[in-house]
C-alpha cells in the first residue's frame, strides 16, 4: 500500500486508491491527519478474490481538504496501514487596495 504526496489546484477532482490484497475480504478506512474520517463506501471496488481497492474522491477540492491522508485495510488477520500522503491544495489569491500599508 504505497502512496505519493501530490499538489492539486483549488477546484480540481481528486481521486486517492488505496489497494490491498486479503482473504477474506478487508474493510477499508481513510484518515485524515489522523482522524478518521467517517463515510459510507460507496466506491469499493474488487478485482478478483483476493485484492480490492477503495477511493477517496474529491469533487472540488478546496484548501480545506489540505492534509495528510492514509488509508487503513484491515480483516480478521489483521491491520495494515498505507504510507501518509500529503496534499497540498494550491488556491489563486487576489488582493485588492494599497498593499503597501499593514
Not at 466506491?43 to 474529491?58: P, R, S, T, V
Not at 488509508?71 to 489569491?93: E, F, M, P, R
Amino acid at each position: 500500500m504505497q502512496v505519493k504526496n501530490m499538489q492539486a489546484a483549488e477546484g480540481d477532482s481528486v481521486t486517492l486508491t488505496c489497494s490491498a490484497n486479503g482473504r477474506p475480504s478487508v474493510t477499508f478506512s481513510w484518515f485524515k491527519t489522523d482522524n478518521q474520517l467517517h463515510f459510507e463506501s460507496a466506491n469499493l471496488i474488487k478485482k478478483g478474490k483476493q485484492i480490492q481497492e477503495d477511493q477517496l474522491h474529491f469533487t472540488s477540492i478546496n484548501e480545506l481538504d489540505s492534509g495528510s491522508y492514509f488509508c487503513q485495510a484491515q480483516n480478521i488477520h489483521g491491520t495494515k496501514q498505507s504510507n501518509k500522503l500529503q496534499i497540498t491544495v494550491l488556491c489563486d489569491y487576489t488582493f485588492s487596495g494599497n498593499q503597501d500599508k499593514f
